[in-house]
Nanobody, 126 residues
Framework: QLQLVESGGGLVQPGGSLRLSCAASGFTSDYYCIGWFRQAPGKEREGVSYINTSGGSANYADSVKGRFTISRDYTKNTLYLQMNNLKAEDTAVYYC???????????????????WGQGTQVTVSS
């Protein structure tokens, strides 16, 4: 059973930076897609960024391109999301999620992801 635990959220001013971490455990293989999703109050959960097993294919939502960077450290079984130049509209609960049915060509759809962390709150406000 794959378990995901996020950390690194908090309160930051507009223009600031945060780095989210997602520690994965309980799965015998590294071959799965993994990514970040977020959900703002009153809105549907949406994809932010996801990455395949090799790390050679990372995808981003248009709203975060050029500001967010996803990375994966296999030695630590940890996924990261570096968030720079944060905006008020980035405020949301951020979730880490894994799709163990895919490892090379990852899905952008929330429904494709089987395992979810508990979420970490990111608030961008002055």
């Amino acid at each position: 059973q794959l378990q995901l635990v996020e950390s690194g959220g908090g309160l930051v001013q507009p223009g600031g930076s945060l780095r989210l971490s997602c520690a994965a455990s309980g799965f015998t293989s590294d071959y799965y897609c993994i990514g970040w999703f977020r959900q703002a109050p009153g809105k549907e959960r949406e994809g932010v960024s996801y990455i395949n097993t090799s790390g050679g294919s990372a995808n981003y939502a248009d709203s975060v391109k050029g500001r967010f960077t996803i990375s994966r450290d296999y030695t630590k079984n940890t996924l990261y999301l570096q968030m720079n130049n944060l905006k008020a509209e980035d405020t949301a609960v951020y979730y880490c999620a894994a799709d163990v049915a895919r490892y090379e060509y990852c899905s952008a759809y929330v429904s494709s992801y089987d395992y979810w962390g508990q979420g970490t709150q990111v608030t961008v406000s002055s």
